[in-house]
Structures are given as structure tokens and as C-alpha cells.
């Protein structure tokens, strides 16, 4: 499920959660956790909107345009060379 997430993210070039949750029919823990993993092991990128300040120290948090944004995530050159390198039998080539 993991490889199609990411095969999922390359089709579409950003992805968020509730896409991806819907595509691969999993709860929004399940998306949630897979992302967390796959961010953490350098496979997909959080894609920053805005400014990059933490939302909650910022004096501008009630009046700021992006603070109800999706969060949306990208593949890595990581995440391109595994898919690359994986067959479409799941096999390293």
C-alpha cells in the first residue's frame, strides 16, 4: 500500500491526506501514519504554503490566509528512485 501511495503522489504531483485517504480506501489514522513514515524516511516532502512560522507563536494566527490550508506532500528524489527502481511486481529491478 505504501508503494501505491507514492505511485499516487507522482500521478498527481501533490497530494493531501483526504485524497489520498480516499484512493487507497484506508481511515484518516491509517493515511495519516503512512505519510508520518514515509516523510520519515525521506520518501515524501511536506510542501509549505505560506510562511513557515509554527501557527501557534504567530501574533498573526487569527488574520493569516493559510492557517486552515492542507497539508500537502510531494515525492522525494528518494521516493522517485524507489519507485523507479521497483518493478511493477513490487521486485527490485
Not at 481511515?27 to 508520518?36: D, L, N, T, V, W
Not at 512560522?53 to 494566527?61: D, M
Not at 493569516?64 to 521497483?86: I, S, Y
Request: charged share 30%; glycine share 8%.
Amino acid at each position: 500500500m505504501l508503494r501505491r501511495l507514492l505511485r499516487l503522489t507522482v500521478a498527481q504531483g501533490t497530494v493531501d491526506i483526504a485524497r489520498l485517504r480516499r484512493a487507497l480506501g484506508a481511515s484518516p489514522q491509517q493515511a495519516r501514519h503512512m505519510i508520518e513514515e514515509l516523510d520519515r524516511l525521506g520518501y515524501l516532502d511536506e510542501v509549505v504554503a505560506g510562511c513557515g512560522q509554527l501557527c501557534e507563536r504567530c501574533p498573526l494566527q487569527r488574520a493569516c490566509l493559510f492557517r486552515n490550508r492542507p497539508r500537502l506532500w510531494k515525492l522525494t528524489w528518494k521516493g522517485e528512485r524507489f519507485l523507479t527502481e521497483v518493478g511493477t511486481e513490487g521486485r527490485i529491478k
